[in-house]
């Protein structure tokens, strides 16, 4: 059976992890759901130590956009749905590390936040301070050439994000209708 994902836009995910040089550095995924953005940062990037997912799975209720008029949501990402995966990325099992957990508690846990991250994968919560709060945290880890791309990005504020990065010497790349690239090139 095929990965899935649940967005638009892989393409550009591919393209901009095409033969991109982690050089021995981590890349990550927040929001790793089925598996397929992970799957194409794996497939396209070279010289990653490991790929990590983030992602708590489980009968989850919270509000996934800043304007969404229903407030908080049920979402239904059960363990069966983990489950899949893990057995989906076993031609990766070398390279790939599933943080089953919330991004709040990953950022929190010493296995993870003494990293450096070459390549990450935004995806997961789309609320602007959720957004902010993981960029925030992987830009404090980032190593000289990095590169960060956010989906769903027009559903947030991204240019409150993508100014407070330019703190940290990232800048937007390129942009598509669901996906933005931003880079820091020292």
Known sequence: MAIEGDS????LLAKWAKDFDCQGYKTCEIGVRK???????MDNCKNYFMHVGIDPYGDLVYQHFDQDARGPVRYNYDDKMRDELLKDM??????????NMKDKEFF???NHANSSYAFVHFDGPHMTRDVMTQAIWFANRAP?????????????????????LTYF????IE???????L???I
């Open 144 to 164: 000289n050439h990095t590169r960060f791309v956010f989906d769903d990005y027009t559903k947030y504020g991204m240019d409150q994000v993508a100014f407070s």
């Open 35 to 41: 598996g397929l953005g992970s799957k194409t940062i």
């Open 169 to 172: 010497d990232f800048k937007t």
């Open 8 to 11: 638009n836009e892989y393409d």
């Open 175 to 181: 942009a598509g209708e669901d996906k933005i690239c």
């Open 183 to 185: 880079e820091k090139k």
């Open 108 to 110: 929190n846990d010493p």
């Open 90 to 99: 076993t031609p990766y099992q070398s390279k790939f590390h599933l943080a």
